[in-house]
Each structure stands twice: as structure tokens, then as C-alpha cells.
């Protein structure tokens, strides 16, 4: 409705399918029951593409970093009081597949600050 006149339905719909999975809205993400389901849904949607990718997030739970259990598995951020957000799953497993080439068996990588604003 917002752009109702001055762009048809079928403009819309074009530009939002063009954009590369870690843009797409909200709308474009999951709700998943669980762990293993809501990396499942990120693959199926072409965002978690590496098996090394997966393999790493496999291996954490965001059960136990949400604010809102209730939240833990939805693809959205999680705010945590007025001034840090827990990103969105998406937005971790793009950061992840940027940088895989880098990470080499051994390597490490400290996260600082992603997701705080």
C-alpha cells in the first residue's frame, strides 16, 4: 500500500526477489522450532551455503544467548535493554560465509562488537 501509486504489485514483488539473501526483509526469513531446524531453513533459503559455515553454527545454540527464549530460533535481532541487540541468524552465518576463505583449520576469530550498534 505504501508504494501503491507509484509502483505496481509486480515491481515490488521483482525488486524485493532480485535483492541477495542477506538483504531480503523480514518476510523473507523463518520461524523455526529448533537449533538444527532454523539453520536448516537458513540453507533452504540460500543463505548458509558452506558445510564449513554450518558445521561452525551447528556447534552453538542461541538458545543460550537470547534475551527471549521465545525468540531464539525466529530470524530477527534480539535487543538486549536500550543499547545491544543480539543480531539476527542471518546476519552471523553472511559474516561467516565473508570471511570463510580466511579462516583456515587453527585460525581464530574474535567478534567484537557485531550486533551492539
Known amino acids: 500500500e505504501r508504494y501503491g501509486r507509484e509502483y505496481s504489485e509486480e515491481q515490488i514483488a521483482s525488486y524485493w526477489a532480485e535483492l541477495p539473501p542477506w538483504w531480503r526483509p523480514a518476510e523473507f ?3 523455526s522450532k529448533d537449533h538444527f ?5 537458513l540453507c533452504l533459503l540460500g543463505i548458509l551455503r558452506s558445510g564449513r559455515v554450518l ?27 536500550s ?3 543480539l543480531s539476527s541468524p ?3 552465518v553472511c559474516c ?10 587453527g585460525a581464530t576469530v574474535l567478534d567484537v562488537g557485531c550486533g551492539t550498534g
Open 29 to 31: 526469513g523463518c520461524v
Open 96 to 105: 561467516m560465509e565473508a570471511i570463510l576463505d580466511a579462516c583456515v583449520p
Open 37 to 41: 531446524s532454523l539453520h536448516r531453513n
Open 90 to 92: 542471518r546476519i552471523h
Open 55 to 81: 558445521d561452525a553454527v551447528l556447534q552453538t545454540d542461541r538458545i543460550h544467548y537470547s534475551p527471549d527464549p521465545v525468540l531464539a530460533y525466529c530470524e530477527t535481532p534480539q535487543e538486549f535493554g
Open 83 to 85: 543499547d545491544a541487540t
